[in-house]
């Protein structure tokens, strides 16, 4: 158990709904990463936040939204979904605000969208 | 921009072999360099990590240099073992204005009896 808790493990849903996948970061981390994982673009990074406020964002798209709330948990919101947005979708998590410390990552959520 | 070079898998060994799994990056200034291990099923682990040219990151029998000349971080192991298959990512992290990694797209090794 890398200390990284990501729920649900599986989510199977059809074309154009939407899915909230979430994380709670190991203990005392402050920052969160969202990554997706997919076959033909390998791990591209979302968003992060640091203590509840965006703090770098990535390849996202406009149909995805994430969040970071009080408790440090986060969200990411996955909406008008589309096949080839079925991916693994990881969250880590660091102590500070830069990544030079290293991630620990959840194992992760996959999301088949048929 | 900054990006990371991985050389292509799968890479399939015997054990006990030597294994290299080669790395390259492009940056601006001097990045944090990783590699992270991802076995079957499972979320990406830290393998090892050198934040400053010359630093050699060690562990579990693995080992990396960063070489700011060469701009690489390549992975070595003495001997492989049937547990170390599993799929290797290269990644850096910037010094300053982003927090987030730029990984390669991994290196698949399998490690036959």
Known sequence: DSGVTQTPKHLITATGQRVTLRCSPRSGDLSVYWYQQSLDQGLQFLIQYYNGEERAKGNILERFSAQQFPDLHSELNLSSLELGDSALYFCASSGGGQASYGYTFGSGTRLTVV | ?113
């Open chain 2, 1 to 113: 921009g900054n990006s990371v070079t991985q050389m292509e898998g799968p890479v399939t060994l015997s054990e006990e072999a030597f294994l290299t799994i080669n790395c390259t990056y492009t940056a601006t200034g001097y990045p944090s360099l990783f590699w992270y291990v991802q076995y079957p099923g499972e979320g990406l682990q830290l393998l090892l990590k050198a934040t400053k040219a010359d630093d050699k990151g060690s562990n579990k029998g693995f080992e990396a240099t960063y070489r700011k000349e060469t701009t690489s971080f390549h992975l070595e192991k003495g001997s492989v073992q049937v547990s170390d298959s599993a799929v290797y990512f290269c990644a850096l992290s910037a010094t300053s204005g982003t927090y987030k990694y730029i990984f390669g797209t991994g290196t698949r090794l399998k490690v036959l009896a």
